[in-house]
């Protein structure tokens, strides 16, 4: 047996010993699922996949990678589109599945206390016979977990009104990478100090595991009113976007989706009856006291008619508000006809660039001749241009990859940043510095040192690997500012 | 002093002395006041190599707020970043530096067609305290925390490195999210020289209304439900000579406020004067300082328990039901009481206590932050990162860092 081979094998031991075998995975073929997360075009391959049932279990477990000085990565769904839970440098992957329980529903003072494996969907069922839910609301939320969500500091179409997770977390219970255990922030919201729970969302996994999360949850709006408006191009919808945001409306969500989009979704089983030739369409939502609605949503239609709409339709029903929604929903599902792959970039630029932007993303995407669409949180600024692809073709690869880094360097040299709810992770560290000069990453590696100085949790994220050295290069002095 | 004197050939102009100005029984006859980033850069380095110690300055306006300092040898104003660099009205953004007044930057944002989300009732303070002290005030119902309102902000961090974070931007992940950590750190990590916010949309309707005094139970439930409007913007329970009088102010579009004001109406509270409740919410607010002065919040469902707790002990309370607080105030001969009242209040609401004002001798021994140990443990890790020479604010901050 050669040493790496032992080293395996009492890793595996130790690793059975806190969790027993028939929850620890390390045969290659058990092994292949968790080679990537949501985003497919990096993989790495994880020393061991462990299932932890408890807070005990983490602790456990973090410890025995410790000893054996073997990294670990938390994981959740593995819905995540930037590698954030690739399991880099041979990495055991702690699933966290199967911390799945919602500890407590607390209607009285609107929150819950749930574990990270708990889907992010089912906390809002859970809560809804209490009249209220949980306002995050990504894609991907009917499989997304809450800890993936807490890791990313996860988003979604109604983040322009609710806001995004950072912003409905309360209290975290935190496995720091020495297997030590936090409890950070308070249930009030009021937590005098440093704000650790500020800083450990966001974070990608790498400060810490998670273990519980303490939850704001929000009143189900009285009613709701979802508008769809048909623009003869993307840059009209735009512009309707910014004299909403003018006009001082605070929407629930402003989404659009491009020509592109609409004709897959309307060739798939999502079909939602839009017109083919459409442009570009546009979905607002508001919702609120029903008093107010009928003239806030009046005067979206009035505004979306200045900025150039074809048609502009209210849903009458819920029925007809789904019918909306089906276009933005199943935007993503309705790519897989067009190509094997799809890349999912998400960039966010100052609303007003919205239009300059989007015109020359897609010369970006024409010029390499790729199949670029987007459907974008335009409310936000989020733009996410979606490159169809077959990664089988590597001269096709190579012009994806070109065309994401000059889709982002154009996204900052707007006043914008390269990642508005997917988070950095493998995907786009080289390209932080697009974004942060080194003083400023050294600042980040400051609190990433005061959690986890061995840099065992989650390694490979975030930060570059080419450029940036935070030992060698403790006080980076003059850096460039980036013009923001 | 002696080490700050010998600086002052390099320091040049920067440096003025003055009368001693106590900041929790530690004298302090110096102010530096940096031009701009790359001077208080240079200012840190040299305070650092020095062995001195600093406190960061806006308006002065909450210099109570914090641990006794265990050094501070000067001040460092941040009267030169006063600057309101950028306001988008198209985005609803703005970028200021840290040493506008909160007042400026409201009057710029109104001019412009927006609010600025952020409340130091009428305390006078500067965008660097309020952010730095994360203060928050009746309105942070409406507007949310100051901490959720920056959108990115540079800070000289306490070894002269400048950094950047965050961006301009409503929506961001890229890399960590360094502002929640800087904002309410009181400067113990660096000083933030400047920021961009989030504006809010200015209201199309305010309204103010309310109740008569009511006993306590009575003002909590109801408190609780006002805060819960959709257009609460303000909550306030205030002590009165026969009990507690609810104060709701409710902002937003016209046909919501109108709805939510019919809804407090038949509640039994009446319409007030815009005016007259900003004037007496503020002096309530900022006048309750006193001697001194405890925040502690609770779960709402455990605010009555909480506020039970304090009544007897406190001269005066002050509930914002919304934010799930309780301000309580006390004369410095009842310190050490109030401390202990105040801790059984936080245990009783499920919260935590922050004693805002105290008499130094009453601070002595004690962290006003009330940080739990491994918040204290954590404290210090990344105060020894950040600065290892305890160059700012040396001792002040949670943990005594």
């Not at chain 1, 973090?62 to 054996?68: E, F, L, S």
Request: charged content about 25%; aromatic content about 4%; proline content about 5%.
């Amino acid at each position: 047996m050669t040493a790496a081979l032992a080293e395996h094998a009492r890793l595996i031991e130790a690793l059975e010993a806190t969790v027993g075998a028939d929850r620890c995975l390390h045969r290659r073929e058990q092994l292949l699922v968790y080679e990537c997360d949501g985003l497919t075009l990096h993989t790495a391959d994880p020393s061991a996949v462990v299932f932890p049932e408890s807070r005990d279990e983490v602790q456990a477990i973090v410890r025995a990678c410790r000893k054996q000085r073997v990294p670990f990565v938390p994981r959740g769904a593995g819905t995540g589109l930037s590698g954030g839970a690739l399991a880099n440098d041979g990495a055991v992957v702690i699933e966290c599945s199967r911390l799945n329980r919602i500890r407590a529903i607390d209607p009285a003072n609107r929150i819950a206390v749930v574990e990270p494996g708990v889907v992010n969907a089912d906390l809002s069922a859970a809560a809804r016979p209490h009249g209220l839910f949980y306002a995050p609301d990504p894609s991907s939320q009917l499989a997304c977990t809450l800890g993936g969500n807490v890791a990313e500091n996860a988003g979604g179409p109604h983040t322009l009104k609710y806001g995004t997770t950072t912003h409905h977390v309360l209290a975290l219970e935190l496995v720091l990478p020495d297997g030590s255990c936090f409890e950070l922030g308070s249930a009030t919201g009021f937590a005098p100090g440093f704000d650790w729970v500020g800083a450990v969302v966001g974070s990608e996994g790498t400060l810490g595991i998670v273990t519980a999360i303490t939850v704001r949850l929000s009143p189900i709006p009285e009613s709701v009113e979802t508008l769809l408006a048909i623009f003869p191009d993307v840059v009209s919808a735009c512009r309707a976007v910014g004299m909403v945001i003018e006009a001082a409306l605070v929407p629930a969500a402003l989404e659009i989706v491009d020509q592109r989009t609409i004709r897959a979704v309307e060739d798939s089983v999502y079909a939602a009856g839009l017109p083919r030739d459409a442009g570009a369409i546009l979905i607002a939502e508001l919702d609120g006291p029903a008093v107010a609605l009928p003239a806030q949503i009046e005067r979206v239609r009035e505004l979306c008619g200045r900025a150039g709409a074809d048609r502009v339709e209210i849903a009458r029903d819920e029925a007809e508000r789904q019918r909306f929604w089906r276009a933005r929903k199943g935007a993503f599902g309705a790519m897989g006809r067009l190509a094997p792959d799809l890349y999912v970039h998400d960039a966010v630029v100052p609303r007003s660039a919205l239009p300059v932007v989007l015109e020359k993303v897609c010369e970006i995407g024409d010029r390499y001749g790729l199949t670029l669409s987007n459907v974008f949180h335009a409310g936000d600024g989020n733009l996410h241009p979606n490159i169809s692809f077959d990664r089988r073709d590597p001269d096709q690869l190579a012009r994806v990859m070109a065309a994401g880094a000059e889709i982002l360097k154009l996204c900052v040299a707007a006043g914008g940043v390269i990642t508005g709810e997917h988070g950095v992770g493998t995907e786009k560290r080289e390209f932080i510095s697009l974004v942060f000069g080194d003083a400023d990453l050294e600042a980040m590696q400051r609190l990433r040192a005061t959690f986890d100085p061995d840099r065992i949790c989650n390694p490979g994220k975030i930060f570059p690997t080419t450029r940036f050295c935070a030992e060698s290069n403790p006080k980076a002095r003059g850096y460039d500012r980036v013009p923001m | 002093m002696g080490d700050l004197e010998a600086l002052a050939p390099q320091l040049g102009d920067a440096l003025r002395f003055h009368d001693p100005i106590a900041v929790d029984g530690v004298p302090i006859s110096a102010t530096i006041t940096p031009r701009d980033e790359d001077d208080l850069s240079a200012v840190l380095e040299a305070l650092g190599e020095a062995r001195c110690a600093a406190i960061p300055l806006g308006a002065g306006t909450q210099l109570g707020l914090g641990n006794a300092p265990q050094r501070a040898d000067c001040f460092l104003s941040l009267a030169e970043f006063s600057h309101v660099d950028e306001l988008d009205a198209s985005e609803g953004v703005c970028h200021a530096g840290a040493g506008t007044p909160l007042a400026d930057l409201r009057a710029r944002a109104r001019e412009a067609g927006w609010e600025l989300p952020l409340d130091d009732a009428g305390r006078g303070g500067t965008l660097g305290g309020a952010l730095a002290t994360a203060a928050l005030a009746p309105r942070a119902l409406g507007f949310g925390r100051p901490r959720d309102v920056v959108l990115g902000c540079e800070v000289v961090l306490a070894d002269g490195l400048r950094t950047r974070c965050g961006g301009r931007v409503v929506k961001n992940v890229t890399g960590y999210d360094m502002a929640k950590l800087y904002v309410g750190s009181l400067g113990a990590l660096g000083v933030i020289t400047g920021a961009w916010l989030r504006l809010a949309p200015k209201s199309a309707a305010v309204r103010v209304l309310q109740s008569e005094e009511l006993d306590d139970p009575h003002a909590l439930a109801l408190g609780v439900i006002a805060a819960r409007l959709a257009t609460a913007r303000s909550c306030l329970l205030s002590d009165e000579t026969r009990g507690l009088r609810a104060t709701v102010e409710l902002a937003g579009e016209s046909a919501s406020v109108e709805h939510d004001a019919q809804d407090l109406a038949g509640r039994g509270l009446r319409l007030a004067s815009p005016a007259l409740r900003d004037a007496a919410a503020a002096r309530r607010f900022a006048g309750l300082a006193g001697a001194v002065r405890f925040v502690v919040s609770s779960l709402p469902a455990r605010l009555a328990e909480c506020v039970m707790e304090l009544r007897g002990a406190a001269a005066e309370l002050l509930v914002l039901p919304g934010l799930g607080l309780v301000c309580a105030r006390g004369a410095s001969a009842d310190a050490a009481a109030l401390f202990a009242v105040a801790a059984r209040a936080a245990a009783a609401g499920g919260g935590r206590l922050l004693c805002e004002r105290a008499p130094h001798d009453a601070k002595r021994g004690r962290d006003v932050f009330a940080a739990p140990p491994s918040d204290a443990a954590l404290s210090r890790a990344l105060k020894a990162r950040f600065d290892p020479l305890g160059v700012l604010n040396r001792g002040r901050f949670a943990g005594r860092v």
